[in-house]
């Protein structure tokens, strides 16, 4: 059933709304209905929706709406009006709306709770709002998808007042479903970085869950995996992410969220019982998709098919450990005499190993060939007037041969201790020949290199 997702009633006045009597007699000065029209005040919508949940433990919403009720001229006499239901509406609401809303059962119908107002003499408006309301013990009887009830506001006197045509007609729609429950997260992302000595970060993900109404029994909520869903995610969104591996899927444990009755809003997490799982994660991601599950104190199981929540478990693989300081730092400084042996494409070597000589390495690229294999662990830089460099970027390639590099990554996290700048990396790497490419942002300049350079290594 295609259902109603907005509706708007035009508030053009209706015929003889603005007309003026001159005098006592039936004549007006513009040709017109003669009659004086009751209507619904303009400001409140005539068109109130409904929802009906249909669940094992009991069917649950609320169906009670008011309206004001208006005159188009006040009349000497107190003027009653009620509504009454008017099915004969139905079809042509339908065909304006693009719906297929059925008429309700008569006995619902029959069960209506309708309010009368006065409108008295002289008055424009209803002492009291019409109201309507269906008690709950009729929501049973309600199995189809949804239903319509067009209510028309009548009047009840001698003289020549009715109800408007376009205006004193209100429409309930009621939409029905057995959907109790929602996720209110519907995407949660876990980050997995790997380096070369661990793996960092871990799945520890929560899920809000929901109600549509609040039960007098507690009910459990929880996700049930369904790889079908894995395509449909990538095509709507773009991505290419994968399954996770079995054995991590396995891991996975699930908690669900019972929600206890006279409440309705819980929190499934989702957790990984062997984080050391994550160094298998070596793609780029992974979608856990999940249905959303309920299980009523009566022990009923219901799968809510539409309802539906991704885990998105992002990987990356970082050599470089950004923002880490000296004390991260594996082994030790290379001696300066073991520096000057190796060979750079720079004519300072032996000055950028002192830095108070005030010579410096200009930002650019270099390959530094130790002549022997070293457990590099980082580097530290000391940038001229370093004091006042707002930042130093830097980008560090490693090789055994000078032909196969592993990069560690460019960064400008890097942690400051007194003047100088730490480039940490999460494990030693061998490697005899270094490709570093750095320079030094200096009051928005990039044209300044290096006063000092260090090397550690944990050989």
């Known amino acids: 059933m295609k259902t109603l997702k907005y509706f708007a009633l035009g508030l053009l006045a209706v015929a003889g709304l603005t007309l003026q009597s001159c005098g006592n007699d039936d004549h007006y000065d513009v040709n017109g209905d003669p009659r004086t029209f009751v209507y619904i005040d303009f400001n409140t919508p005539r068109l109130v929706e409904f929802n009906v949940t249909h669940t094992p433990v009991g069917h649950f919403g609320e169906i009670a709406a008011s309206f004001p009720v208006k005159i188009q001229y006040a009349v000497e006499g107190p003027t009653e009006v009620k509504f009454t239901v008017d099915n004969t509406l139905i079809d042509a609401f339908n065909a304006e709306n693009g719906t297929d809303y059925l008429e309700c059962p008569a006995e619902v119908l029959a069960g209506l709770e309708l309010t009368s107002t006065v409108i008295p003499a002289g008055s424009y408006e209803g002492n009291e709002p019409l109201t309507v309301t269906l008690p709950e013990e009729y929501f049973s009887l309600l199995t189809e998808a949804g239903y319509v009830i067009p209510l028309r506001a009548t009047s009840f006197v001698k003289k020549d007042v009715r109800g408007s045509e376009e205006h004193g007609i209100v429409y309930l729609v009621i939409n029905t479903s057995g959907d109790e429950g929602f996720f209110s997260t519907l995407t949660s992302t876990a980050e997995i970085v790997r380096t070369p000595v661990s793996v960092i970060g871990t799945i520890d993900n929560n899920f809000s869950v929901g109600l ?21 995610y990538n095509v709507n969104n773009g991505t290419g992410y994968q399954e996770l591996p079995a054995a991590v899927r396995n891991a996975l444990e699930i908690t669900p969220a019972t929600i206890a009755a006279g409440d309705a809003t819980g929190t499934i997490n989702i957790s990984l019982t062997d984080p050391s799982l994550a160094s298998q994660l070596t793609e780029d991601g992974y979608v856990y998709p999940m249905r959303l599950q309920l299980t009523y104190s ?160 944990a050989d």
Not at 336 to 351: A, G, I, N, R, Y
């Open 212 to 232: 549509q109404n609040v039960l007098t029994s507690d009910v459990e909520v929880t996700g049930v995996y369904d790889n079908s869903l894995i395509t449909t």
């Open 298 to 457: 009566n022990g009923d199981v219901v799968v809510q098919e539409e309802e539906i929540a991704y885990l998105i478990v992002t990987t990356s693989y970082k050599v470089v450990n950004e923002g880490a300081g000296p004390g991260s730092l594996l082994g030790s400084q290379i001696s300066t005499d073991e520096v000057l042996t190796w060979t750079v494409d720079h004519d300072q070597m032996s000055s950028i190993t002192n830095p108070s000589d005030w010579n410096t390495w200009d930002s650019g690229t270099y390959i530094i060939d130790m002549k022997t294999t070293h457990n590099i662990s980082g580097l530290s830089f000391i940038p001229p007037y370093s004091n006042y460099a707002w930042s130093v970027t830097a980008n560090v390639s490693l090789s055994t041969d000078g032909a196969t590099w592993i990069e560690c990554g460019e960064t400008s996290s890097m942690a400051k201790s007194n003047r100088w700048f730490y480039y940490v990396l999460y494990g030693a790497i061998p490697a005899q020949y270094i490709k570093l490419t750095f320079k030094t942002d200096l009051w928005g300049w990039y044209d300044f290199g290096f006063d000092g350079i260090t090397f550690y290594a």
